[in-house]
Nanobody, 117 residues
Framework: VQLQASGGGLVQAGGSLRLFCAVS????????MGWFRQAPGKEREFVAA????????NYADSVKGRFTISRDNAKNTVNLQMNSLKAEDTAVYYC???????????WGQGTLVTVSS
């Protein structure tokens, strides 16, 4: 399974970005998907997750109400819409795939999001 994350960039505080993760190599709908992030000097942390069907989602408290995770099983993609961005959202964002939410076996290479204040 290969994951390719994209969509990162530089945005001003209060702005929006949409991250994309393309998945190939296995049946996409077989996997729950997650987004994680790692800020400079900090450990990687959970951001959002979505189950196989897309009917259930989880969010970190720090992004709840601002970020939305979604998936398109026909296009083998999972997206992360990020609104009302803050400087503390600056990080490398990674997508991950696994059998269940919380159990991720495959990781993408990361895409950098920089929010200027």
């Amino acid at each position: 399974v290969q994951l390719q994350a994209s969509g990162g960039g530089l945005v001003q505080a209060g702005g929006s970005l949409r991250l994309f993760c393309a998945v190939s190599g296995r049946t996409f709908s077989y996997y729950a998907m997650g987004w994680f992030r790692q800020a400079p000097g900090k450990e990687r942390e959970f951001v959002a997750a979505i189950n196989r069907s897309g009917g259930s989602t989880n969010y970190a408290d720090s992004v709840k109400g601002r970020f939305t995770i979604s998936r398109d099983n026909a296009k083998n993609t999972v997206n992360l819409q990020m609104n009302s961005l803050k400087a503390e959202d600056t990080a490398v964002y990674y997508c991950a795939a696994g059998i269940h939410i919380g159990l991720y076996d495959y990781w993408g290479q990361g895409t950098l999001v920089t929010v200027s204040s």
